[in-house]
């Protein structure tokens, strides 16, 4: 049974930071497209960014956009978890974090549909 679980989150104020994990059981997280999603109260779900393999088995970290410069993702393959750094935290960073994993196809974005879903975990900062 495959497992996506988060966890991390919480309360901090502006200018913070907060490590997020997801750990996988009976699904690797080395050898498929993990993503971090977040979705705030009354938004559409948003693509943080994404985890894959790439062709000497090491891993390739791609950030949106909208987070670049603040967030990182990276993974600890002995641990078959990936993380969301997040360093100067904002209040509009404030949403509900998912991971999620699917095949890695030669392509891996925070868009699409995903295999797998953690629970997810609240992110609060406040100013």
């Known amino acids: 049974q495959v497992q996506l679980a988060e966890s991390g989150g919480g309360s901090v104020q502006a200018g913070g930071s907060l490590r997020l994990s997801c750990a996988a059981s009976?699904?690797?997280?080395?050898?498929?497209?993990m993503a971090w999603f977040r979705q705030a109260p009354g938004k559409e779900r948003e693509g943080v960014g994404t985890?894959?393999?790439?062709?000497?088995?090491?891993?390739?970290?791609d950030i949106a956009d909208s987070v670049k410069g603040r967030f990182t993702i990276f993974g600890d393959n002995s641990k078959n978890t990936v993380y969301l750094q997040m360093n100067s935290l904002k209040p509009e960073d404030t949403a509900i974090y998912y991971c999620?994993?699917?095949?890695?196809?030669?392509?891996?974005?925070?868009?699409?549909?995903?295999?797998?879903w953690g629970q997810g975990t609240q992110v609060t900062v406040s100013s």
């Open positions: 009976g699904y690797s997280s080395s050898r498929n497209c």
């Open positions: 985890i894959y393999p790439t062709g000497d088995r090491t891993l390739y970290a």
């Open positions: 999620a994993g699917r095949p890695y196809g030669g392509r891996c974005v925070p868009a699409g549909s995903f295999d797998y």
